[in-house]
């Protein structure tokens, strides 16, 4: 392969430098190779590419001639091969569906947990009554 010097930086449209500092951030990593960094930077400029193409194309992006967030997040939950993004791209809900749901789930681990007393409590009784039957 041939070295990149300065020009570099037409070839990918990511900054380098920013790739580098998130690279270096992993605590395995201790120098990055010049070729190496380049061509993380253009698989990762190829990935987002292909993540906006395809939500573009199977999304409404054809209808309103536009990517929207909505069509990002759709591919993500939809479409196998995107769901490792779904806890990145979250599909927008109100904050007042938000807090419902919060509240929802807050009962029904209250509940959860009722239920769970009453069976301990169930439990030691029955540990007492063989205990006094014998």
Avoid: W
């Avoid at 790739?19 to 990055?32: A, D, Q, Y």
């Avoid at 960094?37 to 209808?63: D, I, M, N, P, W």
């Avoid at 419902?100 to 030691?124: A, I, P, Q, T, Y």
């Amino acid at each position: 392969a041939a070295r990149l010097s300065g020009g570099e930086n037409r070839l990918v449209s990511l900054p380098l430098s920013r790739i580098r500092v998130i690279m270096k951030s992993s605590p395995e990593v201790s120098s990055i190779n010049q070729d190496a960094l380049f061509l993380t930077a253009k698989a990762t400029e190829l990935f987002v590419q292909y993540l906006a193409s395809y939500s573009y194309k199977h999304g409404r992006g054809k209808e309103k001639n536009a990517l929207t967030y909505s069509d990002l997040s759709h591919t993500a939950e939809e479409c196998e091969t995107f769901q490792f993004l779904a806890d990145i791209l979250p599909k927008k809900i109100l904050a007042s569906k938000y807090l419902k749901m919060l509240e929802k789930e807050k009962r029904d681990g209250e509940l959860g947990e009722c239920d769970e007393e009453d069976n301990d409590e169930e439990d030691d009784n029955e540990a007492v009554d063989e205990a006094v039957g014998s």
